[in-house]
């Protein structure tokens, strides 16, 4: 399974971006997908989980700001990042579960400037 992102770039404090990954490859059904974060100089940390189903899960820092939402027919996930802060610049990444196995994609750099 291989997932490429896209949507990233750089933004002035309060706008708002788009990510998105989209896996391609998989023999079965992809299960839970998530957007991760990766900060200079500090250690990986997820930022929203999605099920096949359409449960989400946020981490406290963009819940009320970020939406993740999944398209499955195209096996493609998205974050919508709104009320951006410096905070949360960082190199984005996506993975997705298939069969108990995780993919991650390249991942996207998001910088957010004052």
């Known amino acids: 399974v291989q997932l490429v992102e896209s949507g990233g770039g750089l933004v002035q404090a309060g706008g708002s971006l788009r990510l998105s990954c989209a896996a391609s490859g998989s023999r079965f059904s992809i299960d839970a997908m998530g957007w991760y974060r990766q900060a200079p100089g500090k250690q990986r940390e997820s930022v929203a989980t999605v099920t096949r189903g359409g449960s989400t899960n946020y981490a406290g820092s963009v819940k009320g700001r970020f939406t993740i939402s999944r398209d499955n027919a195209k096996n493609t996930v998205y974050l919508q990042m709104n009320s951006l802060k410096p905070g949360d610049t960082a190199v984005y990444s996506c993975?997705?579960?298939?069969?108990?196995?995780?993919?991650w994609g390249q991942g996207t750099q998001v910088t957010v400037s004052s």
């Open positions: 993975n997705a579960y298939e069969l108990g196995n995780v993919y």
